[in-house]
Each structure stands twice: as structure tokens, then as C-alpha cells.
């Protein structure tokens, strides 16, 4: 079945760093990929998608490339601030018929001190 | 838009108390989904609807029934609550926008937190 692996937190950055949260995943087809951001005491919302090989998400200055050959979707941001901080998770649909389930990685915590 | 509203946000239930979380979606969308979010564990599906009226078991559906009577409104029951339990529950819609693309984005509410004791 399908499964996601992303990188075991919690992950502590200072102010403008660099970052980047690892994503692999195993599935059957040609899953979309989604980068889903919980900020505290929120539910999820989207941060980014890619839906076929090679394409390449962003939204807030995060990026995520959908790498086929790797099966990663890793997550990047060239400099983090401290609204950053929050619950990362990847995802991607699922395949067939009930391609429109997500199935979710464990979650990535990310926190940016100033 | 409210988008996707959950009720209670909050809940203390004594095991095998019973209960309703209602979460209804102003957005038109077709699917709607429950989850559980547990920690280490990531978000798990427990069901699922496609349709008014159809509903179908997700990955943790055991201790759950759901009910979709109207396209807006997607319940959770839970008939004996247990302390495994113990979770916080997000609900979601989709709108199928290219339907069988696995594309759709799927919109959260904030989330109720439960406590069985």
C-alpha cells in the first residue's frame, strides 16, 4: 500500500536559516504530492502541491520538487521566520479509484527562535 | 465562507459514554472526510463519504459510524467511547475538480479535542 516517510523532528532552527524537511514515499501509480502546514491549535491547510514528475510546488517561499527517479517531495525554504513554526506534513493521494485519499506522513515540528 | 466548522471543539467523555461530532462545509464539496490525529502517529482516515448519503471506512474505522444526510454535514459517532480514543479529530472536504486526478486539495476544520477517561 501506500505509505510516506518524512524526517523524525523536532527540528530547531534560529531566524533565516536554511530548511529543509525530507519526504519519500511509496505508491502504486502517479500519486499528487502535498506539503500540508497545522499551525498551533489549527487544523491542516495547503501549503503546496505537485501533481506529475518533475513538477515543482511553492507558496510563501517554501518549494518542493516532485522527484520521481528519488520518490522524494522534500520540503525547502531559503530562510525561515518564526511565523514558520509549526507541524509539517506531507502527503500524497492515494491511486485507482480512491485516488482522492490523502495518506499522511507522521508530521515534522518545526520551530524558529529568533 | 466559515469553510469547515467542527462542534464541540472540546469534550471530556467517561468511558462508554456516547457521543456526536458534527462538522458541516459551507463550500459545496462532494467528499468529506474524518481523521484522528494521534502523536508520532501523523493524521489516520477513519471514514469517508464521496456523496450524500454513501459513507465507507477509512484506516481506523473500528469504534466509529458516521451518517451523511445532507451533502453539507458529515457526523461522527462515537456508541461506547474507550480510552484509545483519546485523540484529536480533524474533519475535511474536497471538491472532486478533475475527477479520478487524485488533485483535489482538501480543506481542514480546526479540529476537536476529545478526552475519554
Known amino acids: 500500500g501506500n505509505s510516506v516517510t518524512q524526517m523524525e523532528g523536532p527540528v530547531t532552527l534560529s531566524e533565516e536559516a536554511f530548511l529543509t524537511i525530507n519526504c519519500t514515499y511509496t505508491?502504486?501509480?502517479?500519486?499528487?504530492l502535498f506539503w500540508y502546514v497545522q499551525y498551533p491549535g489549527e487544523g491542516l491547510q495547503l501549503l503546496l502541491k505537485a501533481t506529475k514528475a518533475d513538477d515543482k510546488g511553492s507558496n510563501k517561499g517554501f518549494e518542493a520538487t516532485y522527484r520521481k527517479e528519488t520518490t522524494s517531495f522534500h520540503l525547502e525554504k531559503g530562510s525561515v521566520q518564526v511565523s514558520d513554526s509549526a507541524v509539517y506534513f506531507c502527503?500524497?493521494?492515494?491511486?485507482?479509484?480512491?485516488?482522492?485519499?490523502?495518506?499522511f506522513g507522521k508530521g515534522t515540528l518545526l520551530t524558529v527562535n529568533p | 465562507n466559515a469553510g469547515v466548522t467542527q462542534t464541540p471543539k472540546f469534550r471530556v467523555l467517561k468511558t462508554g459514554q456516547s457521543m456526536t461530532l458534527l462538522c458541516a462545509q459551507d463550500m459545496n464539496h462532494e467528499y468529506m472526510y474524518w481523521y484522528r490525529q494521534d502523536p508520532g502517529m501523523g493524521l489516520r482516515l477513519i471514514h469517508y463519504?464521496?456523496?450524500?448519503?454513501?459513507?465507507a471506512k477509512g484506516e481506523v474505522p473500528d469504534g466509529y459510524n458516521v451518517s451523511r444526510l445532507k451533502k453539507q454535514n458529515f457526523l461522527l459517532g462515537l456508541e461506547s467511547a474507550a480510552p484509545s480514543q483519546t485523540s484529536v479529530y480533524f474533519c475535511?472536504?474536497?471538491?472532486?475538480?478533475?475527477?479520478?486526478?487524485?488533485?483535489?486539495?482538501?480543506?481542514f476544520g480546526p479540529g476537536t479535542r476529545l478526552l475519554v477517561l
Open positions: 505508491a502504486t501509480g502517479y500519486p499528487s
Open positions: 463519504s464521496v456523496g450524500e448519503g454513501t459513507t
Open positions: 475535511a472536504s474536497s471538491y472532486p475538480s478533475e475527477r479520478g486526478s487524485g488533485r483535489e486539495t482538501q480543506y
Open positions: 502527503a500524497l493521494s492515494g491511486s485507482g479509484g480512491s485516488n482522492y485519499k490523502l495518506t
